[in-house]
């Protein structure tokens, strides 16, 4: 576009207006029929060309003597736009009428960004945005829309909990801003700020049902994510953490309807399974464990006492259960149909969309379902007014067993069940681990995953209405109500042969609890835009909205059913626990912006946002978020006109504040009494909270600089973005005294810094009529840091991580191994504070293992060629560590508790310490000998307890968890439109799509993706019977109509 | 140009129409602290939640018990909870949790009585009259004194009326605010000590003398007094309030032993923290429904031949090993706690007589709990001691009761083989953390 544009007034010199002269002439518009202003048109292989004007008008006159015997090639250029050609056939003489109507370019310049409260044109925007289009997110076989932004967004971290599905994920966007406070973005629907709480009350150990998978990726437009503080800081309190705007389709005013049909079906399967020990090696390594304590070598075979007797390895009826594979399911089906109708005229714009969605869990026992609708209406009224509405109507099923950290969790006792426990006993009922091997299994994993059965069920209803009226030109007025709704039901029934109802000597336990949400907003927006000599655009914004939202839960527990076929609590005798709830809060805000740009060079945009929230202590209602940004578009500037190899290039600042306030309990700076304190019958009260007057926001303020530049003719286009947030005033429960009767109280201290590097790439490697090519690459990093907390600057937490200045949030804090003693085979460790015991007073800060990668990203190619299409995507994380808690399980090599002389194994162990354990002296490992944990007088009688070999809490069991997985990979074909069109179909594509087909890593759990504490952000990066993301396989057909 | 201003005005007149309400939200589930002290009613909840406070497993719920017991001869642990593994293997850091629970869980209840003693007199209800007050008062100084005393004897250096190493002692209403919080340091064992007696005086004065076990009485308060005063070397004091006790026919101990941890509130319970299915305790789930906290084999090993006191020991149908069984309900959890019984004043008297050199007095005393088990009286009063731990060990095993005992009686170095210093459990670690700390750390820890 320089090129040409530095031609124009050259060509202007030369030329003279003569009559008789030809000229070629027309409008370039989009597919909107929006007059393109500055697009070009320029003849190929001469140096002339024209700019189009306000009205999309373009001019070439041709100078005397330019050959006319030939055609020529007309170009039309425009930034955003695909470039169009047309060959024409020049008249001698006269007027040439071309018009032009040019393609959006997808992630082009031109392309609507959601930016809060309004839209930019990507080419304009100063913030820091990335944008994924719904074509990358509703091709994915999952339930939640935000797996499916894995990889695809620089900055942008995602980390499932569990392989349940319909579990939350956790994503993260530039890091984690926060310890108590949710470092979760804000989830925007469609302008209506979402609350993605988890709103089931059942324990489920680790993982969440978010609230989020009850939004259908199916009517996803586009995904926006504003990551710097000028384009987060419109949502003031809430923006600290990022925005994920998400814009549902609507209808389209061409005049025609489209109806689609689209249909997948597939199978997923473990990713990964890890190998366990069979019986025989089982019983040969407690023998050998025996033997290295000085027993006999047969102690766990022989005849003698029968609780030492596991069984005859040589035996070939030994029984040999593979316990995952008793658990997991290899074929889990998973589908989903679709059907959607587009379409629309100028006056009435439609979109309808009907969805159900069903995903059987790898794990037997779980399934997720989804049933939903959703109409989107855009209606012009008059030429000043616009109405319309969005209805959303889902139903969703989340069967689950129970909780995945529970003490009776399928995955959890899986881990290192006894091989030889037969799945059922000889009466047919589920065997009893008490009379089995493995101290570790208090469950049978084939009875946790049959017969606990948990069922969440929800009922969302979205709804909006809003009108715009055109007060007078430019000037805007949008009035709108929204209405967030839900209803969500648990059910739990565990019957009496489950070890949880049998081990606590009841028949039976049930619990039905139900929450109703609601959540209410009102929007006041003007907008004013306008235009003056031509150069100067401005772009006024001022909204008025509140939001109110409120919950509500009932829950009551049984037990003592009388029979186990119904989870119906009147067949329960008794009633445990029954109880009700109620929370709410509200926010008052004032929001402003104004957008300006001097001839598309220089932008502008200032913001300035007052929150008023509930939440909040008395003295400190009111918060204040301002932002701004500006951008210099270089490629504008006369100095500029000798890169030509340069299309366009944009240098981007932005500084803003913005606050955290969710994620925070709604009555969190309040001094509380609980009502629930009884004693015997007694209703009573009891102080449970201390109270803060001058509880605010957590405020981050962030720096953003950035480059946005596409080369050659924008064949490649990358955006740079470095950044720095400093949030301060974290929330958290600091300690106080224990003596006043408290624990903690909530106060803004602590501070937490984030800074990182993102940079993207785009290329249209190819790109003809047949074949195109287009690669994408980004890469992130994330420096997280602790800058301040107390005074004493460090605070465990849970066992394993700590928090300390200078580190960062999840560092671990664990007892230091220092490997196996080549000559003993025993483990040696780090006793820290020198008192020959190791314990958890020997606990230290592991400095370089952290749970954070040194970068992480992703990287894709597509290809077509005539109507294949192969989209292949990658994903890689390098540097970061995992806990993981499941070897600790599943790695003990023999230890086994005495029970008076009995000595029961701990439990089963892996493939790898059956190939790596330490046997002989010399034998270098990272596996410890055999042994039981004792130490044995010549009789054979236990004397004391040896050091274990192995500890909870300790670094043995952190591995780095770099991986690069094939995250997607879809190949699909369209066959010909004249073909489709014999069998009155407008389209028609088949294709194959497979995910998380491929994984390269060292770590050695079940999936380096998997992260098993939910959203706890202080303890990321811990793995204890994690399920791992599913290895999916499908086929789909997209029939247009 | 009219039209366009009147649009103007309706348009931004429409744009700050305000919701109220939307800032304006209160919880409905709990309340603030001056709806606690509204009327009468208002403040005898207030004392049904210190009881409340008392069942948390952080205290008798499970936690004071277990920690003793696992800590001396009477348990061991089998299970993977570090807590309980270090308290166990009787290496117990700072850092171990189930101390800090005993410590925030007693002040806890400590804090609950000091907003009743502080809010009490300015509750505005014509109905609550004075001599109501006074006992409301009395019941709330007598559990802030059973608080302080466990605190004194498992964190303080309660053997020794001299040291530095009492409590800090917090004795007014914060109203639950943080701007009210006070950074206060240890006072000495003896201030400590004048502390819990004043506390237990006034309850003695003002509580009445019921038979309502499950609440404080007069006659928990004056056992409490008996036990301080054993504590505190004051023998005669201790037997003359131990007298009061079992002199009060309220009292008796109970001809079954079985029966009284198979019935509820029997004559044998002076103070019995009673739960329901609906209000549970954990002291079934550490050692019934988890094998994790189990007898010592030396314990089991110990009891002589026709002790009743060894039924409560045994097998669970379906699950192995022997079971502590005083807290025998898994299912319902509705296991009370047995904060003091009589038996324990029998004790107290024959502790108290020995150390005054009135050994036929102490033989007869711990006789009266030794023949109800169902054993032949012992003959004589020859090394005493030895027979009192043992009986008491017998007798109050799985009621945390072992080591402020041993400790008492400068018998714990020899029995737990610990150093000395381990006597008492260490100040928690969290303490130390927080902003201003006035503490100071246990010697040794």
């Known amino acids: 576009m320089k090129t040409t544009c530095k031609l124009i007034p050259f060509f202007l010199l030369f030329t003279f207006n003569i009559f008789g002269q030809t000229s070629i002439s027309g409008y370039v518009k989009n597919n909107n029929q929006e007059p393109l202003i500055g697009a070009n048109v320029s003849i190929k292989n001469t140096m002339l ?23 020529i090639t007309l170009t039309a250029t425009y930034i955003g736009y695909k470039n169009q050609s047309i060959s024409v056939a020049l008249p001698s003489m006269g007027v040439l009428s071309r018009d032009f109507v040019l393609e959006d370019d997808v992630i082009g ?132 953490n990022g925005v994920v705007q998400i814009t549902t389709k609507r209808g389209s005013k061409s005049g025609k309807t489209s109806i689609v049909f689209d249909r997948y079906t597939g199978t997923q399967s473990p990713a990964y399974i890890v190998p366990m020990m069979n019986s025989k090696q089982f019983i040969e390594m407690m023998n050998e464990a025996a033997q290295n304590d000085g027993l006999p070598a047969d102690y766990f075979s022989s005849s003698g006492p029968d609780w030492n007797r596991i069984g005859d390895p040589a035996d070939p009826n030994l029984v040999n259960t593979d316990w995952y594979g008793e658990v997991l399911r290899k074929d889990a089906p998973i589908e989903n149909t679709s059907l959607s109708v587009r379409g629309g005229s100028d006056k009435l714009k439609y979109f309808i969309n009907g969805s159900l969605f069903d995903q059987a869990g790898i794990q037997k026992g779980t399934n997720y379902n989804r049933l939903s609708f959703r109409t989107n209406i855009d209606a012009k009224i008059n030429d000043k007014t616009n109405i319309g509405t969005n209805v959303y109507i889902s139903k969703s099923d989340a069967l689950s067993t129970i909780g995945d950290n529970s003490y009776f969790g399928v995955m959890i006792n899986t881990l290192a069940a006894d091989p030889t426990m037969p799945v059922f006993d000889e009466d047919g009922s589920y065997s009893n681990p008490f009379h089995y091997y493995s101290w570790w299994a208090l469950e049978n994993p084939a009875a946790a995953a049959d017969l606990y059965k948990r069922n969440t069920s929800t009922n969302r209803f979205l709804g909006s209405v809003f009108a715009e009226y055109n007060i007078i030109d430019k000037l805007k007025f949008k009035n709108s109500y929204s209405l967030d709704y839900s209803y969500l039901k648990d059910v739990m029934h565990y019957p ?62 049984a037990q003592n059913y009388s029979n186990d076929n119904l989870g119906a609590l009147e067949l329960a005798a008794d009633i445990v626990d029954a109880s009700t709830m109620g929370t709410s809060w509200g926010i008052e805000s004032l929001v402003s912006r104004i957008n300006y740009n001097l001839d598309y060079k220089y932008y502008f945009t200032g913001s300035i946002r007052r929150d008023g929230s509930s939440r909040f202590g008395a003295d400190r209602k009111y918060g204040v978020f301002p932002s701004f940004s500006a951008a210099w578009r270089i490629t504008k500037e006369p100095f500029m006109s000798d890169f030509n190899f340069l299309s366009d290039m944009k240098l981007r600042y932005s500084y803003g504040k913005t606050g955290n306030q969710d994620g925070i309990n709604n009555f969190a700076s309040r001094a509380l009494w609980t009502v629930a304190a009884a004693y015997n019958g007694s209703a009573g009260i009891s102080p449970n909270r201390m109270g803060n007057a001058e509880l605010e926001w957590e405020t981050t303020t962030q720096n953003n600089f950035g480059v946005d530049a596409s080369f050659m003719d924008n064949r490649f286009s990358v955006t740079f973005d470095t950044y720095q947030k400093l949030t301060t005033g974290l929330l958290l429960d600091s300690n106080v005294p224990g003596y006043t009767g408290f624990t903690t109280v909530t106060r803004n201290i602590g501070e937490v810094k984030n800074s990182g590097t993102e940079f993207s790439i785009r290329s249209f490697n190819i790109d003809t009529d047949d074949f195109t090519w287009t690669t994408t690459f980004n890469i992130s990093t994330i420096k997280n840091e602790i800058t301040k907390l107390e005074q004493d600057n460090e605070r465990a937490v849970g066992g394993t991580n700590i928090m300390k200045e200078g580190y960062p949030l999840g560092t671990f ?71 993981n808690h499941s070897r600790y399980a599943q790695e003990q090599v023999g230890w086994s508790f005495n029970y008076g002389g009995f000595f029961i194994p701990y439990g089963n162990n892996t493939e790898r310490v059956e190939n790596e354990r330490w046997q002989n002296p010399g034998d270098v490992t990272d596996v410890p000998r055999a042994s039981l944990g004792y130490e044995f007088d010549e009789e054979g009688n236990a004397i004391s307890a040896l050091q274990p070999n192995w500890m909870e809490d300790c670094d043995q069991w952190l591995e780095d968890a770099s991986y690069i997985r094939l995250k997607t990979f879809e190949f699909g074909y369209t066959v010909p439109s004249y073909f489709a069109e014999q069998y009155g179909l407008s389209s028609l594509r088949i294709y194959i799509l497979g995910q998380n087909l491929w994984t390269k890593t060292a770590y050695l759990g079940v999936d380096p993706e998997v992260s098993s504490n939910g959203e706890n952000i202080t303890r990321i990066g811990e793995d204890y019977g994690g399920l791992g993301q599913p290895k999916t396989v499908y086929f789909g057909i997209n029939v247009g109509i | 140009m009219k039209i366009f201003n009147t649009k103007l005005i309706l348009t931004f007149s429409f744009l700050f129409v305000s919701a109220c309400s939307v800032l304006d939200h209160d919880p409905q589930d709990a309340i603030v602290p001056k709806q606690a002290f509204d009327s009468e009613s208002s403040v005898r909840s207030a004392i049904v939640g210190l009881y409340h406070q008392l069942q948390s497993d952080d205290y008798y719920g499970a936690s004071i018990q277990y920690a003793s017991d696992n800590y001396t001869d009477v348990s061991t642990y089998a299970g993977f909870n570090i807590e309980y593994q270090e308290a166990g293997e009787g290496i117990i850091p700072p850092t171990n949790l189930l101390v800090e629970k005993i410590w925030l869980g007693a002040y806890r209840v400590i804090n609950g009585a000091n907003e009743i003693v502080s809010g009490v007199p300015g509750v505005d209800d014509i109905g609550f009259t004075e001599d109501e007050r006074v006992a409301v008062i009395a019941e709330a100084k007598c559990l802030r004194g059973l608080g302080y005393l466990d605190l004194l004897v498992h964190f303080g250096e309660h053997w020794n009326l001299d040291s530095e190493y009492g409590l800090p002692l917090v004795t007014r209403s914060t109203n639950s605010d943080y701007a009210n919080v006070e950074m206060i340091s240890r006072s000495t064992v003896q201030e400590t000590y004048d502390f819990i007696l004043n506390d237990l005086e006034t309850a003695e004065a003002g509580l009445p003398n019921s038979d309502n076990r499950a609440v404080a009485t007069k006659a ?52 019995e923290l009673v739960s329901s299915s609906l209000d549970i305790s954990n002291l079934a789930l550490w050692t019934v429904l988890r094998d994790e906290v189990l007898p010592e084999e030396s314990l089991i090993a110990s009891f002589s031949e026709g002790d009743q006191r060894r039924e409560l020991i045994g097998n669970v149908e379906g699950k192995p090993y022997e079971r502590f069984l005083k807290a025998e309900d898994f299912s319902s959890h509705a296991n009370p706690a047995y904060i003091i019984r009589i038996a324990e004043l029998y004790f107290y008297r024959a502790e108290a007589n020995h150390f005054l050199g009135n050994s036929n007095d102490a033989l007869e005393n711990l006789n009266a709990v030794r023949t109800r088990a169902g054993l032949n009286p012992h003959a004589d009063s020859n090394n005493f001691l030895d027979k009192y731990i043992n009986e008491n060990k017998w007798e109050l095993f799985a009621e945390g009761k072992r080591l402020h005992t041993l400790v008492r009686i400068n018998k714990a170095e020899e029995i737990l083989e610990i150093e000395s210093f381990r006597k008492i459990y260490p100040i928690p670690a969290r303490e130390f953390e927080i902003d201003g700390n006035q503490l100071v750390q246990n010697p040794g820890y």
């Open chain 1, 49 to 71: 060309g024209g700019a189009c004007d306000v009205s999309g008008y373009y001019n070439i006159d041709l100078p005397r003597g330019f050959p006319t015997s030939e055609n």
């Open chain 2, 220 to 271: 928990l308060a004056q056992s409490l007094l008996a036990k301080t005063y054993l504590h505190m070397k004051g023998y005669e004091s201790a037997i003359n309030y131990s007298t009061l006790v079992i002199d009060n026919a309220n009292y008796s101990l109970n001809p079954s032993f079985l029966d009284i941890f198979q019935s509820e509130l029997t004559n044998e319970s002076i103070f």
């Open chain 1, 496 to 557: 009496s042969t489950a070890a949880e109802s049998w081990q606590s000597g009841v028949t039976g336990k049930g619990l039905f609890a139900n929450s109703e949400n609601l959540t209410w907003l009102t929007e006041n927006m003007l907008t004013y835009e306008i235009s003056f000599h031509q150069k100067h655009h401005l772009n006024l914004l001022l909204v008025y909205t509140t939001q109110t939202a409120s919950n509500n839960v009932a829950s009551i527990a």
């Open chain 1, 109 to 240: 310049f031109q392309s609507v960004v959601i930016v809060g409260y309004g839209t930019q044109k990507r080419g304009d925007l100063s913030t820091a945005i990335t944008s994924v289009k719904g074509k990358d997110v509703i091709n994915q076989p999952v339930a939640n829309l935000d797996l499916a932004l894995q990889g695809r967004a620089s900055g942008v971290s995602v980390a499932s909990s569990s392989g349940q599905p319909g579990a939350a994920v956790k994503i993260l966007i530039r890091g984690a801003t926060s310890i108590t406070a949710s470092s979760e973005p804000l989830y925007v629907v469609d302008g209506i700020p979402m609350t993605s709480d988890n709103n089931s009350i059942l324990e489920t150990g680790g993982y969440n049902f978010n609230s989020m998978s009850d939004i259908n990726p199916d009517d996803i437009e586009s995904i926006d994510i504003l990551k710097d503080a000028s384009a987060s800081a419109i949502y003031g309190a809430r923006g600290a």
């Open chain 1, 813 to 883: 804090y664990l007892i230091h191994w220092e490997g196996v003693n080549p000559q003993t085979g025993n483990s040696n460790y780090t006793d820290v504070n020198g008192d020959g015991v190791i314990n958890s007073g020997d606990m230290q800060l592991i400095e370089d293992k952290t749970p954070w990668p040194d970068y992480f990203g992703g990287f894709g190619n597509s290809l077509s060629w005539k109507g294949f299409d192969l989209n292949v995507f990658f994903q890689y994380s390098q540097g970061n560590y995992i806990f």
